[in-house]
């Protein structure tokens, strides 16, 4: 299952479709819509504006497809959904178009502004879905002919776990799920599921079994008296970028948070990671890296400013990075102005206070206006961050953290960013007490993520910088 060769395929199509539609569109233009309008033969002459057209168009119709999130689960997409997905973005793309580019030509008769966006509607639509049809039709018999599968584990031993897999077997074409074993939940001498599949571990052991094994679905199963623990699983699992389902029971199923996603699937509640709607989680990635290119460029001056500052305030490196924990427990290097003098935590990681004597001169100057956090623009840019999520900490005090308040893994389901709405209201936290006050602030965040919101943060954060609130 290659995921990069898979996207890459649409992507390909829809661009090779824009081009095409854009030529023979153009081409219609020339012969037939101009010479009404003139009264005679126009040469068809592929001029800069055709040019220009063939460059800017395809890439308009990808950020389009990009933003309602058409190439983000390319395996499991269901052809009908498809269709009507591709109908309603081709309507508002062609829309977009028509106005910018098309309107103020001047015609023969309004008529043929009518017959124009037809169609170019028409021309987009057929050309767009039909490669579309064929890739992802090819995709669905792979997966129901066993050739694509999910790596998938069972939370789950006995009898529920038992139904469920027998079901999977059952079924007349595959769901696409390899089953790589199952995970108990209480201990016990035997265990109905392991005469059909090996018992993988422990629920201590999941996260580091979905990483070993490169899990892509989990799928709980667990008995009703085990259903004190479907907390703490779903905690655990908010860790990780899998696919999380959930056997439901016949409440689930009247009050309608079953869906049918396939007639031969198992009917399974999907627990969604998305916390905004895709076109909003989309948008904030986008404006993101724009934002991030466009500081990192205005802020040059500001740059160089501050690289001679560290550099001539004490000895050691400009930059000071080390490891922080992102979305999905995915750790990476997190990049600041160094504000410390150097080997200041040669006794192991500490927080910084108040009147911290590791803060150099320079350091605290920065840090007041929130200076030395700006090479985190990088890490924007390279999808590390974002400019508004909750703040990345090491994993020294993760794990402290979440011995006390287990909720805290919520906050891997979204990027850290720069700034955050505890940042905002609660500032720097000294100690671990105080990491945990500040989370109930990121909690609210998450749960009430939208742009909106964001950028509230952002500009309270302006604010906080130009007041040197900071410390």
Do not use: C
């Amino acid at each position: 299952m290659n995921k990069p060769l898979h996207i890459s395929k649409y992507l390909i199509s829809d661009i090779l479709s824009a081009s095409a539609v854009w030529t023979l569109f153009y081409i219609f233009r020339k012969q037939w819509v101009e010479p009404l309008k003139f009264g005679y033969d126009i040469p068809v002459e592929f001029g800069t504006r055709y040019q220009l057209g063939l460059v800017t168009i395809p890439i308009f119709w990808v950020l389009i497809y990009y933003l309602v999130g058409y190439y983000k689960d390319i395996y499991r997409k269901s052809r009908l959904k498809e269709l009507g997905q591709t109908l309603f973005v081709s309507i508002v793309g062609v829309t977009i178009i028509f106005f910018v580019s098309i309107l103020d030509d001047t015609v023969e008769s309004y008529k043929n502004y009518y017959f124009s966006f037809s169609v170019l509607l028409s021309l987009h639509f057929v050309l767009t879905y039909l490669p579309r049809l064929w890739i992802t039709t090819r995709t669905v018999h792979r997966i129901q002919n066993g050739k694509i599968s999910f790596s998938t584990i069972l939370i789950g031993s006995n009898t529920k776990a038992l139904q469920l897999y027998e079901d999977f077997l059952s079924k007349p074409k595959s769901g696409g799920n390899k089953f790589v074993g199952f995970i108990n939940v209480l201990d016990k001498k035997n265990y109905l599921l392991s005469k059909f599949l090996p018992r993988v571990g422990e629920l201590k052991d999941l996260l580091n079994i979905i990483k070993e094994k490169q899990i892509n679905e989990v799928i709980i199963a667990i008995e009703s008296s085990e259903h004190d623990e479907i907390g703490r699983i779903i905690n655990k699992l908010q860790e990780t970028d899998v696919t999380i389902k959930v056997i439901p029971d016949m409440y689930d199923i009247l009050t309608g948070k079953v869906r049918m996603s396939s007639l031969y699937g198992v009917p399974l509640i999907q627990i969604t990671h998305s916390l905004m709607p895709v076109w909003e989680e989309n948008l904030k990635r986008v404006s993101d890296v724009i934002i991030a290119i466009f500081a990192l460029i205005i802020l040059a001056p500001v740059f160089i400013f501050l690289i001679f500052g560290v550099k001539f305030s004490s000895k050691g490196p400009i930059i000071y990075s080390h490891e922080r924990i992102g979305r999905y427990g995915k750790p990476f290097i997190i990049y600041k102005f160094r504000s410390m003098f150097i080997d200041a935590e040669k006794n192991g990681p500490s927080l910084s206070s108040k009147n911290d004597s590791r803060i150099t001169k320079f350091g605290k100057f920065m840090r007041k206006f929130r200076l030395d956090e700006f090479p985190q623009f990088f890490n924007v840019l390279i999808g590390d961050m974002s400019l508004v999520g909750p703040r990345p900490e090491r994993l020294f005090f993760i794990e402290q953290i979440i011995n006390k308040a287990p909720h805290y893994a919520h906050l891997q389901k979204v990027r850290p960013g720069i700034t955050s709405w505890g940042q905002v209201k609660f500032g720097y936290a000294e100690n671990v007490e105080e990491m945990i006050i500040r989370l109930k602030y990121d909690i609210i965040y998450i749960e009430n993520m939208s742009i909106y919101v964001d950028i509230k943060i952002l500009i309270y954060t302006i604010r906080t910088i130009l007041e040197a609130r900071g410390k």
